[in-house]
């Protein structure tokens, strides 16, 4: 066993300077180019806007990591997300329950959900993408079966909207004259959750066991790590990372829409691609998987202030994707030789 941990703790943790610089470089780019294409791009309004938009995608890549580094994929967790807003909506408004206890029933909804993806994954065999796919069909027709596809909405919940739209440090921000850029709690939160998973993935055995995963598996389990434990773990990361998302979601619009997950699973998966981790697994960190966030907000809002149409933003934005996808699949090669 011994020896089996000195081969773990060999496992690059996907240490690339020169690919976390071009990430950076990328996003400094982008932010100078659409502030000197457009004048409302830097205004305090629209900077809160981007902090926003990246605060919901921001947590769903914090889950989507765990899932990619191990090489699988969850393509379920942005209707995750949609249910949990809706059973939110049930437990506080129709079965009466207080907020934090609506909260925390929201949060192991979200990780049960995980845990059945990973079930089907590590116990039944079934591939990430299938199962996962399956678990987004039934998500998202749960989520409208419950509602009868109408919304709910959280006006009643006295401070829900606080959650994500409060602001710890506004008085603080008044008081030096820059209110308009007091950072919303819902951002601050994305932050430490980020900050706190990341620790866990770069720097405790759970993280480097699903590197591991992802680097070889068979390899791993020969090694007498107990892959489906870790991998079924990571699963419910994802699923957890879901439920806060959606608490974030409804407390920011004050309602649980039963159809407006969709597509966020694609957009928290390219973040992570963005941001460096390899879809075959073993490669990816919690800071790429932000910034790579931080950019596909960046890159939709710019393009609305230009008035592209939503049909040119995707365009662009697959784009971004192929070419991220096609750098490490360049870099796999070159290091094999």
Request: glycine share 12%.
């Amino acid at each position: 066993m011994k020896n089996s941990m000195g081969k773990l703790k060999k496992i690059p943790i996907a240490k690339i300077p020169i690919q976390s610089m071009a990430i950076v470089l990328g996003l400094i780019l982008m932010v100078t180019f659409f502030s000197i294409a457009s004048s409302n791009f830097l205004t305090p309004s629209n900077i809160n806007n981007i902090l926003l938009a990246t605060m919901i995608n921001g947590v769903l890549s914090v889950g989507a990591l765990y899932v990619v580094v191990t090489g699988g994929i969850d393509v379920s967790i942005g209707t995750s997300m949609t249910f949990v807003s809706v059973m939110l909506g049930v437990f506080m408004n129709w079965w009466g329950m207080p907020a934090w206890m609506g909260i925390i029933c929201g949060i192991l909804t979200g990780a049960a959900v995980g845990l059945i993806n990973g079930i089907m994954v590590t116990k039944m065999k079934i591939t990430p993408f299938i199962a996962t796919l399956g678990m987004q069909m039934a998500t998202a027709g749960l989520a409208i079966v419950i509602t009868d596809g109408t919304p709910i909405y959280f006006t009643q919940i006295q401070g829900y909207q606080n959650i994500a739209l409060g602001s710890p440090f506004a008085a603080w921000f008044a008081d030096l004259g820059i209110a308009d850029y007091a950072i919303n709690t819902g951002v601050i939160i994305m932050f430490l959750l980020a900050i706190l998973f990341g620790i866990m993935l770069a720097k405790t055995s759970f993280g480097r066991y699903l590197y591991a995963i992802g680097n070889n598996r068979e390899s791993t389990r020969l090694s007498g790590i107990k892959v489906d434990k870790w991998e079924l773990l990571a699963y419910i990361v994802a699923g957890s990372m879901a439920a806060v998302a959606g608490i974030l979601m409804t407390s920011r619009m004050n309602t649980a829409y039963p159809s407006i997950g969709s597509g966020y699973e694609m957009n928290a998966v390219a973040a992570c691609v963005i941001g460096g981790a390899s879809l075959a697994g073993g490669k990816g960190t919690m800071k790429g998987a932000i910034l790579g966030a931080f950019i596909m907000s960046v890159l939709t809002n710019g393009l609305r202030l230009l008035s592209f149409s939503t049909e040119w933003q995707k365009v662009l934005t697959g784009v971004i994707i192929i070419i991220a996808v096609y750098i490490d699949i360049v870099g796999k090669r070159k290091k094999n030789g």
